[in-house]
């Protein structure tokens, strides 16, 4: 493994990270409110009187966000504590009517887990997991719309979101990307949050500190909500530059959240009041301990989908395919099912090639998602059967590729239809080679005077004549005795 | 433990109280007189007791993923001193 330290003006150091993910739990309705939970409504209109914080009102828990918690803690391979506790989390702001906020500070509803994260070059690696807590996300304040204002929408207000809170075990700002990749895919596998970044439903704030190999943790700074791996990176590479400056400088760092700023990459302190984090957490007298059922437990745990890392085991075990391939074909769910649709009956590993490469490719560049897209798992399990068993050669099958992707069909009806079949009649390759010789004659004698190069051109000679049908190896082998015959 | 003057200023401030100067003394000394109370429950042995964070023994009531509120946005912007194209409106704030 290649070493993530990095080296400053005096020596190297050592970056220590840590990150708390904000999932937003898919359910229909609120946390603690019969409101509805959906993204995208007018302003205020998915409040209820107990998300507005009226007098009087009293949450009660919905029943599927604690199943989600515990399907997501089952699926971190964590603890699930059966008793969990929910405290008022103290501060004031426009977008939080309460006053505070229901979370759970000292008995999550999950204690420990771990998440095995894969590094870009193949390897992979356990980061441990410190716990999750069910709470209440807050509203969304608009500060743009009027110069001396700010607009309050409670649309989002008490929506239930997992904090999931990692140890301090990344090393440097691609392990922390790889870790939210990871965690993502997981939540979507587990159809417990969407994982929607760019809406917000998955953000992150990330935790660094350098500090000498060996020695102790240095300061930390916390930076909120960052919405994109590629923020989060930038995010953690620039505190890491900044914090190693300060102190190579003979300063010291101060212990603070910042904010990052998505235009330049820059972060920089919030300006809050110094006791803002003193939030006098006390348990919630208007919620009672939460209880989860062992029996409960069991029969999520045993209604668990097969995870990314248990499908990424298998391919690479069963399957024979490279780790990376292997990864990036069960991120998504939907990927990792497409996968095994298309390739059992057929060749794995060609399969997985089509994939990642042709497939892939044709996507990025239509911008077509993998279920939007014309090709279905049958068709392309069809299309490398197809070259499998030698009807067609790999660059054929690159054109029915192409047309199978822009028109839909199968493989072998594509190949019917455009008389794309591989010739490997030895009668009729051997005529196409023999017009080719005649045409060449001058080639010919040239070849048999020992300029061996020129077998190249008889091959791709005979190959267009054949409007490249005609099965490569074959053509080798005839031309050969033709030629040296 | 006990408060002092300066411990009642913060949480009156954090919990945007206000307190006059010349009333703090005398809240840190009701606050303190209750504080002791609450000290002398220190001396029941609890070595072996849980903690626990409600007394009723009861399981927390849950209620079914279904939307069953909401839509009553004039109900919601009942009190509000202002409010526009459906938002509420307060004076800026900005971290």
């Known amino acids: 493994m290649t070493s993530n330290l990095v080296s400053g003006a005096t020596g190297d150091w050592e970056v220590v990270i840590g990150l708390e993910v904000h999932a937003q739990v898919s359910s229909n309705a609120k946390l603690f409110s019969g409101a509805s939970a ?18 009087g009102m009293l949450p009660v828990i919905n029943h599927e966000c604690v199943r989600q918690a515990v399907r997501t803690g089952l699926g971190l391979k964590a603890e699930i504590n059966l008793v969990s506790v929910f405290d008022r989390k103290n501060y004031f702001y426009a977008d939080l009517p309460q006053g505070y906020q229901i979370s759970q500070f000292k008995q999550p509803i999950v204690g420990e887990g771990t998440l095995r994260i894969d590094l870009p070059d193949g390897s992979s690696r356990n980061i441990g997991i410190e716990r999750l807590h069910l709470e209440q996300d807050a509203g969304k304040s608009m500060h743009d719309q009027h110069p001396s204002k700010s607009y309050i929408d409670l649309n989002r207000t008490g929506v239930a979101l997992m904090e999931i809170v990692s140890r301090p075990d990344m090393r440097s700002s691609i392990e922390a990307a790889a870790y939210v990749r990871k965690l993502r895919s997981i939540l979507r596998y587990l159809g417990t949050c969407d994982g929607n970044m760019e809406e917000g439903s998955l953000r992150a704030d990330v ?52 904010l990052f700023d998505t235009t330049t990459g820059a972060t920089r302190t919030m300006r809050s009041k110094e006791d803002a984090h003193d939030y006098r957490y006390f348990p919630d007298p208007d919620l009672l301990p939460l209880v989860i059922p ?15 890392d248990q499908i990424k085991d298998r391919l690479i075990g069963d399957y024979g395919l490279s780790a990376y391939d292997a990864a990036v074909i069960t991120e998504e769910r939907e990927t990792a099912l497409f996968y095994e649709a298309a390739s059992a009956g057929h ?21 077509q998602t993998l279920t939007e897209c014309n090709i279905t798992p049958e068709r392309l399990g069809g299309l490398v059967g197809l070259i499998s068993d030698g009807t067609i050669s790999g660059k054929i099958a690159k054109d029915v590729f192409a047309v199978m992707f822009e ?8 190949v019917e239809e455009k008389g794309l079949k591989q010739v490997s009649d030895s009668g009729a390759i051997e005529a196409l080679i023999d017009a080719v010789i005649a045409e060449n004659e001058d080639k010919v004698l040239e070849y048999r005077a020992g300029k061996d190069k020129l ?22 082998q005839i031309l050969r005795t033709k030629l040296d015959g | 433990m006990s408060v002092d003057k300066t411990t009642v200023a ?31 429950l220190n001396e029941v042995d609890t070595e072996n007791v849980e903690p626990l964070a409600s007394v009723t023994g009861h399981a927390l009531p849950m209620r079914k ?21 459906g938002f509420f409106v307060v004076p800026k704030v900005v971290d």
């Open chain 1, 38 to 55: 959906t993204f995208g409504a007018d302003p205020n209109q998915n409040v209820s009187l107990v998300d507005a914080a009226m007098p």
């Open chain 1, 207 to 258: 935790n660094v500190s350098v500090r000498r190999p060996g020695e102790a943790l240095g300061t930390r700074t916390e930076t909120k909500n960052l919405n994109s791996l590629r923020f989060i990176q930038q995010a953690i590479d620039f505190e890491v530059t900044r914090q190693i400056e300060i102190i190579e400088d003979g300063g010291e760092i101060d212990q603070e959240t910042r």
């Open chain 1, 294 to 308: 062992q029996d409960e437990v069991n029969e999520l745990a045993a209604a668990l989908p097969e995870l990314p």
């Open chain 1, 347 to 367: 060749d794995r590993k060609l399969v997985a090639n089509w994939m990642t490469v042709e497939l892939f490719g044709a996507l990025n560049k239509s911008g």
């Open chain 1, 407 to 414: 028109t839909g069909g199968d493989a072998a009806s594509i």
């Open chain 1, 455 to 476: 077998f190249g051109f008889f091959v791709g000679q005979v190959m267009k004549q054949s409007g490249g049908q005609a099965n490569p190896g074959m053509v080798n």
């Open chain 2, 10 to 40: 913060k949480i009156a401030r954090l919990a945007r109280i206000h307190v006059p100067d010349e009333r703090q003394q005398a809240i840190a000394t009701e606050l303190n007189g209750i504080l002791s109370w609450v000290d002398e």
């Open chain 2, 65 to 85: 993923d279904v939307v069953t509120d909401g839509d009553r946005i004039d109900e919601v912007l009942a009190n509000v001193p202002e409010s526009t194209g």
